[in-house]
């Protein structure tokens, strides 16, 4: 394998927690609710999964626990987001500030035990042959080809069913919405549920597949990067796997050079993947400055029947 | 009502809105009630408490044990209620900055990058001016401390004024960036030489380090600390700046249609912001550790969100606020020695976090008799 094919592949294994983050903020931010949480929910998922999976030894148990977790803790931010109109700004604050304070308190028990086992792979052998798709596609995890089927699930649900229309008419207009007979509480809580969840399953990812252990903070705000990449993605499935890679690859690109033997110390190339998300979200503010975003039009604002603004 | 409104009235009655139903009573939304009681904060606490004791509880831990063990800790010895006083500063001047930004709806979470490298920088002056006369070292470590802390925050402020990029975001991923710019100095250029291989920068003279009372821990930070909350309360409520800033805060399309620049002022709070926070910083290093360090703020910057927020940006509150988490950092490393994480505290103040914001709405919120 040459050097861009290993850049591919560690670009996916890395993008994968990424894209799982962002595909759930898509999902939370274009039913209209910011979701800022998402490095406590990423944490809370990744530790759930390592304590589950350490006591049962079974993975399905443990990411079962992980995404029930993860969705308890996104209606708690849905019902004080929705049902209380509080500041969503707040509520994502103090959901990652809980979730990295609560999952270091549970971790600290099996804090740096390994984990029993990893995710499966799927070996697909027929395409061993091809080339540069063998060596990428051959040899992927359940949760990446999940990944896969989530870009396209989402993007079909968004853009082509009725179901997409009333969850962006939510997110855009809620009072029209309302008027025109959509049950707009309910959708905004469930997706933020759903969203939650697919937040919580990227933390079960992270631990898994990258570092099989559980460390205090090991998301080391991936989360916040995937809250970026939503903007970046302008709130599009299909932007978002293309996003999460390039950082995957941007974070893996570092770890390379490293390992090479660059002479940049490894400080200043974990950083790479920060500075960038500044520097990419700047540009596309001065590309965008005279269009429209794609920003969900009441992303922020809680919906109040009968009240106009 | 609605002939009040159409007879022109500018302002928006208060919204009363019910939930439907055939119950005996009904649910009043009231959104013109912005204030929020003054126990909200307090039960807030208490419920955040009664919600971790659960926890511990569950971990198989008595609550009370652990708590009464966090309140000794920090409030139970005169060394206690030093060390709160110690912690309570940084985040005095942290949250300070932070209630500034708030005030117009900038949500700086920088802090922490932001009192990183004013540490930093302060630490710069003693490695490459150490041995300067008098109080010069003092002088500059705070110029450079503050400087610092500012350009950090601006480093926040000109994307989201020029290129509408979310302060969340950015502010963010600069405390990352600064975190990894301290490794990288403490490992490397700065490191002691005679610091037996350990990460960190050589020890700082007596006339680096800013004068402690008696033989406590206690630094002379604690007076720039309250003088820069007499000063924000005097500029706040007394002068046009802060007049600008309260309108900003209660209605920023009425202050843009009455003239006001707001990037300007944006970009003005997030310098104040990031400078508290660079001051925090060098009093940090210069005051307490004596020397830069890896985990020189063991949160601070996140901490002090919430006494802002807690205090409901209020300069007496903040105060209260910032002793009370002080308190809560000095109990969490206390319980430490019955076996348990320090990370109890953060999930406290996450805790008390959720609270606040659910208190400040439920309070809106008015039983009814009739339907």
Not at chain 1, 119 to 136: E, M, N, Q, S, T
Not at chain 1, 160 to 172: E, M, N, P, Q, Y
């Amino acid at each position: 394998m040459d050097f861009v094919t290993q850049l591919l592949i560690a670009a996916i294994s890395a993008g994968t927690p990424l894209l799982l983050a962002t595909l759930g903020g898509i999902l939370n931010e274009r039913a209209g609710i910011i979701q800022l949480g998402a490095e406590g929910l990423m944490l809370m998922g990744a530790v759930t999964t390592c304590i589950v999976f350490i006591r049962t030894e079974n993975l399905g148990v443990a990411l079962l626990a992980s995404v029930g977790v993860t969705a308890l803790l996104g209606m708690i931010h849905a019902f004080l987001c929705i049902t209380l109109r509080a500041n969503q700004t707040m509520s994502g604050l103090a959901m990652t500030l809980f979730g990295s304070g609560f999952s270091a308190y549970l971790g600290k028990s099996i804090s740096g035990n390994p984990l029993p086992g990893i995710l499966p792979r799927l070996h697909l052998d027929f395409l061993k042959p091809v080339p540069v798709i063998g060596d990428i596609f051959g040899n992927l995890d359940v949760l990446t080809w999940l990944s896969f089927v989530l870009v396209i699930v989402l993007h079909l649900l968004i853009h082509r069913t009725s179901w997409g229309l009333h969850l962006r008419a939510v997110g855009d207009s809620p009072a029209t919405a309302d008027v025109m007979g959509v049950h707009v509480r309910l959708i905004r809580y469930g997706y933020v549920t759903i969203g939650a969840m697919l937040i919580g399953l990227a933390g079960a990812d992270m631990v898994l597949t990258v570092a099989p252990t559980w460390n205090e903070g090991l998301t080391a705000g991936r989360g916040w990067i995937a809250v970026g990449l939503v903007i970046f993605a302008r709130w599009n499935p299909v932007r978002a796997l293309l996003c999460a890679y390039f950082f995957g690859a941007l974070d893996s690109l570092g770890f390379r050079m490293q390992l090479l033997g660059s002479a940049i110390p490894p400080y200043f190339l974990k950083m790479i993947p920060y500075v960038v998300t500044i520097l990419v979200l700047m540009y596309l503010g001065y590309r965008n400055r005279n269009k429209p975003s794609g920003t969900p039009e009441s992303l922020g604002v809680p919906y109040v029947r009968e009240q106009r603004f | 009502m609605s002939q009040e409104k159409a007879s022109g009235g500018a302002l928006p009655g208060p919204v009363k809105q019910t939930s439907g139903g055939r119950l005996p009573w009904r649910l009043e939304y009231d959104s013109s009630r912005i204030r929020t009681p003054w126990w909200t904060p307090i039960l807030s606490v208490a419920l955040a408490l009664l919600l971790c004791a659960i926890f511990i509880y569950a971990n198989g831990m008595s609550p009370v044990t652990v708590y009464l063990k966090m309140f000794k800790g920090a409030f139970g010895t005169s060394y206690g209620i030093t060390e709160t006083l110690v912690k309570a500063i940084p985040l005095l001047l942290c949250g300070l900055g932070i209630a500034v930004a708030y005030r117009i709806s900038v949500w700086n979470i920088g802090a922490e990058g932001q009192l990183t490298v004013g540490a930093m920088a302060a630490t710069a002056v003693t490695v490459y001016f150490p041995n300067l006369p008098g109080l010069w070292s003092i002088v500059l470590m705070l110029i450079f401390g503050v400087a610092a802390g500012a350009f950090w925050g601006l480093l926040t402020a000109i994307p989201k004024t020029h290129f509408g990029v979310n302060e969340l975001i950015t502010s963010l991923m600069l405390n990352y960036v600064a975190l990894l710019a301290l490794d990288y100095v403490v490992f490397g250029p700065w490191k002691d030489p005679k610091g037996f291989n350990m990460p960190g920068s050589p020890v700082f003279t007596d006339a680096q380090s800013l004068p402690v009372l008696g033989a406590t821990r206690l630094h002379i930070g604690l007076i720039f600390a309250l003088v820069a909350v007499v000063i924000y309360y005097l500029m706040v409520r007394f002068t046009r700046w802060g007049y600008e800033l309260r309108l900003i805060g209660a209605n920023p399309t009425a202050a843009r249609y009455a003239g006001i620049h707001i990037k300007r002022h944006i970009i003005i709070v997030m310098l104040i912001s990031g400078g508290l926070a660079g001051l925090a910083g060098m009093a940090e290093v210069s005051g307490v550790s004596h020397k830069l360090m890896q985990g020189i703020s063991p949160g601070y910057g996140y901490t002090a969100i919430i006494v802002a927020w807690l205090a409901k940006l209020n300069p007496l509150g903040l105060v209260v606020t910032s002793v009370l988490f002080g308190g809560l950092i000095v109990g969490g490393f206390s319980v430490q020695t019955i076996g348990l994480p320090s990370s109890i505290s953060e999930m406290l103040q996450g805790a008390i976090l959720f609270f606040l914001i659910a208190g400040d709405m439920v309070t809106r919120f008015r039983i009814r008799r009739g339907a």
